[in-house]
């Protein structure tokens, strides 16, 4: 009798869903409206900091850097995926009245790079690694005031199953509109926490709106500025905690052993 494939099938099968599972890592996303420069994370180290537009080349935001981007290329860990590929500058995209807690935020979210509705994933990134990611939009065009929102979310779901829905880039700063739906929030600012995939690879899918019923189809993708800083784990700062402190117990113990032969030396 021939022997039967199935406990073969079986575990093939098996790896493949294994393998195919560390393709797609979960973004655990909050939002922020967009408001202060203390909106933007300092934590961990920096990986990469972008944003479009046509002022400083290096803006500081709440001490962390951010490079000016002048064309539609693709900078170092980012993927535009044939997207992206229209650069804008002089809308004055971000209309937040200007104070000294905003300065930086009026600079890195006035320009945007945009395209048809397509992913940005992050490349290059460590398998097991700890990221944040901000990714940052705004639109306060007048046109545009209490309409644009977004959904944002670590894959390409459906409408009702993203990760944020009805975010409003566009409200200058005033909270939502009375007209907004239940459910939407005011959000320029979106962080993400994730542990990347043996892939390397992130994606960040968006999809903008014009109209608050969402009645008619998105219209695209865009960013005006974005980070990704690396998060050691809990357990590697406990680490570097206790080494510390194990440190500076011995050199204590040491000067104090020191302290004594002095002292016995002496009698």
Not at 151 to 176: C, F, K, M, Q, W
Not at 201 to 221: A, C, E, F, K
Request: charged content about 15%; proline content about 6%; some cysteine.
């Amino acid at each position: 009798m021939k022997a039967s494939n199935a406990p073969l099938r079986n575990s093939i099968c098996s790896v493949l869903f294994a393998a195919g599972s560390l393709q797609a890592a979960t973004i655990s996303w909050t939002a922020s409206p967009g408001r202060l420069d203390t909106e933007v994370s300092a934590a961990g180290t920096q990986v990469f900091g972008y944003y479009w537009g046509a002022s400083t080349p290096t803006v500081l935001v709440n001490r962390v850097p951010f490079v000016l981007q002048i064309t539609t290329a693709e900078p170092p860990g980012l993927r535009f995926n044939r997207s992206y590929d229209t650069l804008e500058t002089a809308y004055d995209l971000y209309r937040v009245p200007l104070t000294a807690g905003n300065a930086g935020l009026n600079q890195i979210l006035d320009g945007q790079v945009w395209g048809s509705e397509m992913p940005l994933p992050l490349t290059g990134l460590v398998s097991g690694g700890q990221y944040l990611v901000q990714f940052m939009i705004s639109d306060d065009r007048p046109m545009y005031a209490n309409l644009r929102n977004y959904d944002i979310s670590d894959g390409n779901d459906p409408e009702g199953a993203r990760d944020i829905e009805r975010a409003y880039h566009s409200t200058v700063g005033a909270g939502l509109s009375p007209t907004a739906p239940a459910g939407s929030i005011e959000g320029k600012i979106f962080t993400g926490t994730f542990t990347a995939s043996a892939s390397g690879t992130q994606d960040i899918r968006n999809w903008l709106y014009n109209t608050i019923d969402h009645t008619i189809p998105d219209v695209g993708s865009q960013v005006n500025a974005i980070q990704l800083r690396a998060i050691p784990e809990p357990t590697t700062f406990a680490l570097a905690a206790g080494a510390a402190s194990l440190y500076g117990f011995r050199r204590r113990r040491l000067s104090e052993r020191g302290q004594d032969q002095d002292y016995l030396g002496a009698t």
